[in-house]
């Protein structure tokens, strides 16, 4: 089972899984145990059968500042140091964006840099009337690579992408909006809360279905359709003869709602 973590803490209820990035007093800023600590945690949350949801969010009013900019002299002093940093940031990042369950980021407060890239590497987005998004590579002397700027780019677009990159500041919240950084905003109360509530209706429909259409959407956004046929064939019939696709047809012929088991 999933445990707290230096930084980073986790709880479950009723097959809603919520990771905490937990450094309030440097606005989660992630240092890089914490980087290898969220690829563990989402990894080993993609595999447990009573997950049905996973909200990503951060503690005491920030999602997250990005990356720990004052243990950069210890961790990322040179080329080949930051090589191996962002090959750790990567490996989260990827862990997050693979999960097999459907994935939420509750973004309130400031999400910058790293913590920007972690919430775009989630199916979905819900923001708040706190909400700040950016990414301040430009100001750091820093280039961003494939892999987050693949992420930024798919849910932007190419114009919208250039300008969060060229800008290198915080969005407010009408603009993260308006180029959709965010795809929800909590119309009252906070990003968890609207988070909570779409998590929970998520989480009452067929795992191996919402897997399977993942694995196929990602699989066609990045052009890698016949990469994955294998892997997608399987999905597919796994679903087919699973006891979830019985049940669902079951609950459809006695109009009642359906009791999902990921089996």
């Not at 980087?35 to 005491?60: C, K, N, P, S």
Request: charged letters at 20%; proline letters at 3%; a negative charge.
């Amino acid at each position: 089972m999933v445990g707290s973590q230096q930084g980073l803490a986790v709880e479950t209820d009723d097959g809603v899984a919520i990771v905490t990035i937990d450094r309030p007093a440097r606005r989660n800023a992630v240092s890089l145990a914490m980087w290898r600590g969220l690829a563990e945690i989402f990894a080993e949350l993609g595999q447990r059968a009573d997950v049905r949801a996973v909200i990503l969010t951060g503690a005491g009013g920030h999602f997250c500042a990005g990356a720990d900019i004052s243990e950069f002299p210890l961790v990322r002093a040179d080329s080949a140091m930051g090589l191996v940093y962002e090959e750790t940031a990567d490996a989260a990042t990827r862990a997050i964006r693979d999960c097999p369950r459907p994935t939420i980021a509750a973004v309130s407060g400031y999400a910058m840099g790293g913590g920007c890239g972690i919430a775009l590497a989630c199916d979905f987005r819900v923001g708040d009337a706190t909400t700040r998004m950016g990414i301040p590579a430009a100001r750091l002397g820093i280039v961003y690579g494939p892999l987050d700027c693949d992420l930024l780019l798919r849910q932007v677009g190419l114009a919208n992408a250039k300008r969060v990159l060229y800008a290198g500041r915080a969005f407010e919240l009408a603009d993260c909006r308006a180029m959709g950084l965010l795809d929800a905003v909590a119309e009252t109360g906070t990003a968890l809360a609207a988070a909570r509530a779409w998590a929970r209706q998520l989480s009452e429909n067929a795992p191996l279905s919402i897997a399977g259409a993942k694995l196929v959407l990602d699989a066609l956004a990045s052009g890698m359709v016949e990469a994955h046929a294998h892997e997608i064939e399987a999905a597919i019939a796994r679903a087919m003869d699973s006891a979830d696709y019985r049940e669902g047809q079951a609950a459809f012929a006695e109009k009642r709602a359906p009791r999902f088991t990921g089996r």
